[in-house]
């Protein structure tokens, strides 16, 4: 039998928190998160686990890592892989969560949001030039033109979901804070 | 954290255990025991809230500093909006105090 197994990401802007379920349940039946692996998580067979993940998003100074990763560890969440900025921890149940006020979760989310932006926006921008060329062109321009906007169509409008995905976690969480408050 | 005028909880218990130099996971603990763990920071908050405190310059890198123990001490403009947002606290216990007395007799 194989070791090694693959689990696509249901896209982290999403549905961070079912990820990060189905990566406990995983663990749960002896399949253990190894690394991040194209878009999805890479996994291999050891024994069951009880664990919890949490993912963070944090663009790391080389001069930083030693004490995030310990403030972690201190909090009992050990590092488990991290790729492009993104990281991931385990813990035991019933650990303290990584983000334990609604304040710093938001400011996560704005850190997610920039990137997630920057793509969406470059895609829409494409998209909108390529539509101007496929409806003001002829011939061959135009034929590229439209083959170039159907592609670029097809990814932009998961990039702008995904975007509006990330905003509706802040919003979400922004509700949360003024129930506290 | 937009704004640091009013201090949230968590902003506050930080700043308040760093009106010592202390390590980050110092804080993380020292807030554990004196509230008999009913009120815990999480790694990635305590994180980026020292983060946001280093930025605002209400906290400094202590001079017991290495690059593999970082120590944080509150600055003097730490210390006053420290003591500002305890003002504002006492305000708050004092009418809630107040008012239970007066609910008594």
């Known amino acids: 039998m194989r070791n090694k197994r693959y689990m696509p990401s249901m896209g982290l802007a999403f549905s961070e928190a079912l990820d990060m379920k189905e990566l406990s349940k995983k663990a749960a039946e002896g399949w253990h998160l190894k690394r991040f692996q194209c878009a999805g998580y890479g996994l291999e067979k050891g024994e069951p686990e009880e664990v919890i993940f949490s993912i963070d998003y944090r663009k790391l100074q080389k001069a930083d890592e030693e004490e995030y990763f310990e403030?972690?560890?201190?909090?009992?969440?050990?590092?488990?892989?991290?790729?492009?900025?993104?990281h991931i921890f385990k813990a035991a149940?019933?650990?303290?969560?990584?983000?334990?006020d609604a304040e710093s979760s938001i400011d996560k989310l704005a850190r997610l949001a920039k990137p997630v932006n920057l793509v969406a926006s470059i895609a829409l921008a494409i998209t909108m030039v390529l539509w101007v060329f496929m409806t003001f062109t002829s011939g061959t321009i135009q034929h590229i033109a439209e083959q170039g906007f159907t592609g670029s169509f097809i990814f932009t409008v998961p990039a702008i979901m995904t975007s509006g995905g990330v905003y509706y976690h802040m919003w979400k969480n922004l509700r949360l804070k003024s129930k506290h408050i | 954290m937009k704004s640091l005028e009013q201090l949230t909880d968590s902003v506050f218990y930080i700043m308040a255990a760093l009106t010592e130099p202390r390590h980050g996971y110092a804080v993380m603990s020292l807030i554990e025991e004196t509230t008999k763990g009913t009120f815990v920071v999480g790694p990635a908050s305590l994180y980026t809230i020292i983060k946001k405190l280093l930025a605002e310059q209400l906290i400094q890198l202590h001079d017991d500093s290495d690059s593999r123990r970082k120590v944080y001490v509150l600055t003097d403009k730490g210390r006053e909006i420290l003591l500002e947002d305890i003002e504002r606290r006492k305000t708050m216990i004092h009418l809630a105090e107040q008012g239970l007395q007066r609910g008594q007799k």
């Open chain 1, 71 to 86: 403030l972690f560890a201190y909090g009992g969440w050990t590092h488990v892989c991290s790729s492009a900025h993104m």
């Open chain 1, 93 to 100: 149940p019933e650990t303290t969560p990584i983000y334990s």
